[in-house]
Each structure stands twice: as structure tokens, then as C-alpha cells.
């Protein structure tokens, strides 16, 4: 069942494996996206659906050093280089788009601002990826420091990210993307709103489970019908505390957040399962909650393997499987999965920046007729 076709709105997966996003700091100058780029997601063209690094919808939206962007005409014309690679290995990818919200830094911001959130809440001990010496990412001298400061959005304010949101996704429709993921998960501005520890407003966007939903429901609203529902997923993370999120009932929220997402009737929901060590478990009465509520796409990402992906799909509470890491050493993935032949390992030295090396220049297996040569 992993390895057969699957229909996605209108576009017909040739798999149900998925490279879900992953940042890999490699933008040139500009925020703009490389040939080096447009390789890396060529090789990895196999997957049923291709799931772009996060990138952020405006400067305000980055967080990290050398992350892409895709709200000037540089930055799309960028991006169309990654999607004519990835169409002419007749792939489908879909971009992600971020606003970090909190989770950046005062030397990543325009004119060194303050950060952006619902709330004025710092996370303590949560690092950002910045270059403070502007050595870019050809050199891969980054360095993890500690967020700044937020300060808290006003209502004007949060109705001009909405817009960005939803003009972002007619940027990547422009770039040659097949759809969009907002990154509604891992401790970023959406998920900010949504969590009842990092929202504090007293407005209609805080307080009561509704109005700490609402953000969530007028971006998603906004970009679905800037370029149509069937083009839209949301990524969440339900039981995450990266970055600090943290809600105090997050069954009842996210279960009440897929309903949003129901009614909206987007293409799927990307939920990532807290995958480090002793990390809360997903219990499968929840994932039974969520195929309940939403009645689109369903896709996990979590340190799955062949096994239990397939398990997973048998089940029926999920329709696609994303594979992260080993996406970054396995440009031929799903072929490996598929022939159970042995996975490369990553360099992670490499993940952050950089040139080729960890990047472009990992082994793909020949194969002819299915015969490994």
C-alpha cells in the first residue's frame, strides 16, 4: 500500500511517501533559492509528494540564517528553477510557508526590530540559526544563539501577516509550486496563537479556545481563497514543546482545530508526532479523533520505517507517510524502502549550511527494471 498511487486533490501521487520539509540553510543572498537547490529536490523526486524547506512569507517570517523566502520577484524566479527540476522528474512539490513568529532573532530582523508574536513572552534556552558575521551559507559558520525578546502584535498588524500569508501562496503558485503547507506546527507564529501557553491575548484572538483558533482560521481561509482549497495543507504538531509551544489541552485543541480545517475543506492535514527521545506518545484514540474530524488527507511524520508506515496506512488513520532524516542521505528513498536495501547515514555536521557536501553528493542506488546494478 505504500508504494502504490494515490490521488491528491487533482494531482495523482505516484507513491504515498513523503519528504516532508526540512531546513537545510542554503539560500544564496537574497533569501533566494539556488541550482544547488533545484538538485537537492530533483534527486529526491521519487517521493509521492515533496514537501519544500520551510519558507518564510516575508522578512518579519525568517527566523534563521540563509532560510528562503518567497515574497520578491528574486525569490520566485529562484523558486521556479526548484519546481521546473522537480516537474521535469515528474514530481509534486508543495511549499511550505513560515512566519517563525517569536522564534528569530533582533540581528536576522530588518533594521535589527524585536521578533513578532501573539503575546510578549520569551522562550528561554530556545536558539535561533544566525550568522551574526555575515559569512552566508557557502561557508556554513553559523551559530545557535538564543531568540530575542518578542513584542506583541496588534490587531493591524496581524491582518497585514494574514495578507502576506495569502499572498505568499500566489507567489508559489507563480514559482511552479503544486500547493502550499502552512506551518501551523513546531512552535511558530500560527502555532503561537493556538497554544494557550504562548497566547496571553485578551482580544478576540486569545483567550477562549475559539478566539485562540481564529488566526489560524482567517490565514487559512485567506490563502484557500487566494489559490483554492484543494491546494492547501497545514502542518501541526500536537504534542510538540519545540520552541517552547505548549498547550495545556492539546487534544481538545487540535481536535477542534481539524474541525476548522474540515469546514474550510482544505487537501490535508500534516500532523509531526514528537519523535525525540522519551517524547509524548500520539495514543491512537487521538489519531481515531483526528480521522473523525477531518475527512481530507492525513499524512504522519515521525521516525517512521517501512513497517510502520505500512501499519499506519492498513489502519486507516493515515493516508500519507513522511520520512524526514532519512531523506537527506537517501535521495532514493522510496526505491531502498521498497527493495529493503540498506539506508546511508547523514552527515549531520552538514545539515545547516554549506556547499555540496552532505547535501547533493549522497550515493543513489542504479537500478534497471528493478534489478539492482
Given at each position: 500500500?505504500?508504494?502504490?498511487?494515490?490521488k491528491l486533490g487533482g494531482l495523482t501521487?505516484?507513491?504515498?511517501?513523503?519528504?516532508?520539509?526540512?531546513?537545510?540553510?542554503?539560500?544564496?543572498?537574497?533569501?533566494?533559492?539556488?541550482?544547488?537547490?533545484?538538485?537537492?529536490?530533483?534527486?529526491?523526486?521519487?517521493?509521492?509528494?515533496?514537501?519544500?524547506?520551510?519558507?518564510?512569507?516575508?522578512?518579519?517570517?525568517?527566523?534563521?540564517?540563509?532560510?528562503?523566502?518567497?515574497?520578491?520577484?528574486?525569490?520566485?524566479?529562484?523558486?521556479?528553477?526548484?519546481?521546473?527540476?522537480?516537474?521535469?522528474?515528474?514530481?509534486?512539490?508543495?511549499?511550505?510557508?513560515?512566519?517563525?513568529?517569536?522564534?528569530s532573532h533582533t540581528s536576522i530582523q530588518?533594521?535589527?526590530?524585536?521578533?513578532?508574536?501573539?503575546?510578549?513572552?520569551?522562550?528561554?534556552?530556545?536558539?535561533?540559526?544566525?550568522?551574526?558575521?555575515?559569512?552566508?551559507?557557502?561557508?556554513?559558520?553559523?551559530?545557535?544563539?538564543?531568540?530575542?525578546?518578542?513584542?506583541?502584535?496588534?490587531?493591524?498588524?496581524?491582518?497585514?501577516?494574514?495578507?502576506?500569508?495569502?499572498?505568499?501562496?500566489?507567489?508559489?503558485?507563480?514559482?511552479?509550486?503544486?500547493?502550499?503547507?502552512?506551518?501551523?506546527?513546531?512552535?511558530?507564529?500560527?502555532?503561537?496563537?493556538?497554544?494557550?501557553?504562548?497566547?496571553?491575548?485578551?482580544?478576540?484572538?486569545?483567550?477562549?479556545?475559539?478566539?485562540?483558533?481564529?488566526?489560524?482560521?482567517?490565514?487559512?481561509?485567506?490563502?484557500?481563497?487566494?489559490?483554492?482549497?484543494?491546494?492547501?495543507?497545514?502542518?501541526?504538531?500536537?504534542?510538540?514543546?519545540?520552541?517552547?509551544?505548549?498547550?495545556?489541552?492539546?487534544?481538545?485543541?487540535?481536535?477542534?482545530?481539524?474541525?476548522?480545517?474540515?469546514?474550510?475543506?482544505?487537501?490535508?492535514?500534516?500532523?509531526?508526532?514528537?519523535?525525540?527521545?522519551?517524547?509524548?506518545?500520539?495514543?491512537?484514540?487521538?489519531?481515531?479523533?483526528?480521522?473523525?474530524?477531518?475527512?481530507?488527507?492525513?499524512?504522519?511524520?515521525?521516525?517512521?520505517?517501512?513497517?510502520?508506515?505500512?501499519?499506519?496506512?492498513?489502519?486507516?488513520?493515515?493516508?500519507?507517510?513522511?520520512?524526514?532524516?532519512?531523506?537527506?542521505?537517501?535521495?532514493?528513498?522510496?526505491?531502498?524502502?521498497?527493495?529493503?536495501?540498506?539506508?546511508?547515514?547523514?552527515?549531520?555536521?552538514?545539515?545547516?549550511?554549506?556547499?555540496?557536501?552532505?547535501?547533493?553528493?549522497?550515493?543513489?542506488?542504479?537500478?534497471?527494471?528493478?534489478?539492482?546494478?
Amino acid at each position: 500500500m505504500l508504494f502504490t498511487d494515490y490521488k491528491l486533490g487533482g494531482l495523482t501521487l505516484k507513491n504515498r511517501i513523503v519528504m516532508p520539509p526540512m531546513t537545510r540553510s542554503r539560500a544564496a543572498k537574497g533569501e533566494v533559492a539556488t541550482a544547488l537547490m533545484a538538485e537537492y529536490y530533483r534527486q529526491r523526486t521519487s517521493a509521492g509528494l515533496i514537501i519544500s524547506e520551510g519558507t518564510q512569507i516575508s522578512r518579519q517570517g525568517q527566523g534563521y540564517a540563509w532560510t528562503p523566502g518567497i515574497y520578491s520577484q528574486e525569490q520566485i524566479a529562484g523558486w521556479k528553477q526548484v519546481t521546473a527540476a522537480v516537474h521535469e522528474n515528474d514530481g509534486i512539490i508543495f511549499a511550505q510557508l513560515w512566519h517563525v513568529g517569536r522564534v528569530s532573532h533582533t540581528s536576522i530582523q530588518e533594521n535589527g526590530a524585536a521578533p513578532v508574536a501573539p503575546s510578549a513572552i520569551l522562550a528561554t534556552g530556545v536558539k535561533v540559526f544566525a550568522d551574526p558575521a555575515g559569512k552566508g551559507a557557502e561557508n556554513g559558520a553559523g551559530e545557535m544563539i538564543q531568540h530575542s525578546m518578542p513584542r506583541e502584535l496588534t490587531k493591524a498588524e496581524i491582518k497585514a501577516i494574514i495578507n502576506d500569508f495569502a499572498q505568499a501562496a500566489k507567489n508559489g503558485i507563480a514559482a511552479g509550486f503544486d500547493g502550499v503547507e502552512l506551518h501551523g506546527a513546531n512552535g511558530y507564529l500560527i502555532e503561537q496563537f493556538i497554544d494557550s501557553q504562548t497566547n496571553h491575548r485578551t482580544d478576540e484572538y486569545g483567550g477562549s479556545l475559539e478566539n485562540r483558533l481564529r488566526f489560524l482560521k482567517e490565514v487559512v481561509t485567506a490563502v484557500a481563497a487566494a489559490i483554492g482549497k484543494d491546494k492547501v495543507g497545514v502542518r501541526q504538531a500536537p504534542l510538540t514543546t519545540l520552541m517552547g509551544a505548549m498547550d495545556d489541552h492539546p487534544e481538545e485543541t487540535y481536535i477542534a482545530a481539524a474541525k476548522v480545517l474540515e469546514e474550510i475543506g482544505i487537501a490535508y492535514i500534516h500532523i509531526a508526532e514528537a519523535d525525540w527521545d522519551n517524547a509524548p506518545v500520539m495514543s491512537l484514540d487521538f489519531k481515531t479523533a483526528y480521522r473523525s474530524a477531518f475527512s481530507g488527507t492525513l499524512i504522519y511524520s515521525g521516525k517512521y520505517t517501512a513497517g510502520r508506515a505500512m501499519e499506519a496506512l492498513d489502519k486507516g488513520w493515515a493516508d500519507l507517510i513522511g520520512f524526514g532524516r532519512p531523506f537527506i542521505a537517501n535521495p532514493d528513498l522510496p526505491y531502498r524502502l521498497q527493495h529493503h536495501l540498506p539506508l546511508n547515514e547523514p552527515d549531520k555536521t552538514t545539515f545547516f549550511g554549506g556547499n555540496a557536501k552532505g547535501y547533493t553528493d549522497y550515493s543513489i542506488i542504479k537500478h534497471t527494471a528493478d534489478v539492482v546494478i
